[in-house]
T-cell receptor, first 111, second 114 residues
């Protein structure tokens, strides 16, 4: 158990819809990272938050946004969903320059 | 632009033998490399890492070798065990990037057979 909790585990929705993925980091970790894993692909970095502030951005689409709340949990919002957004979305957390601890992911299916 | 590549999508090895996983990278500025292991329906878990100032790091059955001139790293698992069957991801970090902004390879599926 990594200590990083992601909900929901699975999400099925239709094109054009909006969904919110939730992540609770390990206790004490101030940084939260979001990654996307599409079919047969490696993980792609989307965005990082540190103690409520956006710290780094990857190739995150404009239709996607994230935030980190005062209790350090984070949400990834995906809107105007397309079929190609179907993927596994992982959240990870860390403290300092320690290896990332990943949650078990949310599998998003867009139909 | 994939800067970290794992060219072998799969590897089958007998229990007790050595597993060698390879990873190539194109950006010589990467200064830290990590290997993650992933079981189905779980998130990746950290396995071992190496700084670019070293050429070898060992942790139990796992050893990572770094060849900077060839821009190549490898993960050796000796001896391989059935529980090692998983997908292994190589990842790298640029010193100019935020820690945690990992660039991952596409992964290698390892199957350890009895």
């Amino acid at each position: 158990d990594s200590g990083v909790t992601q909900t929901p585990k699975h999400l099925i929705t239709a094109t054009g819809q909006r969904v919110t993925l939730r992540c609770s980091p390990r206790s004490g970790d101030l940084s939260v990272y979001w990654y996307q894993q599409s079919l047969d692909q490696g993980l792609q970095f989307l965005i990082q938050y540190y103690n409520g502030e956006e710290r780094a951005k990857g190739n995150i689409l404009e239709r996607f946004s994230a935030q980190q709340f005062p209790d350090l949990h984070s949400e990834l919002n995906l809107s105007s969903l397309e079929l190609g957004d179907s993927a596994l979305y992982f959240c990870a957390s860390s403290v300092g320059r320690s290896p990332l601890h990943f949650g078990n992911g949310t599998r998003l299916t867009v139909t | 632009d994939q800067q970290v590549k794992q060219n072998s999508p799969s590897l089958s090895v007998q229990e007790g033998r050595i597993s060698i996983l390879n990873c190539d990278y194109t950006n010589s500025m990467f200064d830290y490399f990590l290997w993650y292991k992933k079981y189905p329906a779980e998130g990746p878990t950290f396995l071992i890492s190496i700084s670019s100032i070293k050429d070898k790091n060992e942790d139990g059955r796992f050893t990572v070798f770094l060849n900077k001139s060839a821009k190549h790293l490898s993960l050796h698992i000796v001896p391989s065990q059935p529980g090692d069957s998983a997908v292994y991801f190589c990842a790298a970090i640029l010193p100019t990037d935020s820690w945690g902004k990992l660039q991952f390879g596409a992964g290698t599926q390892v199957v350890v057979t009895p």
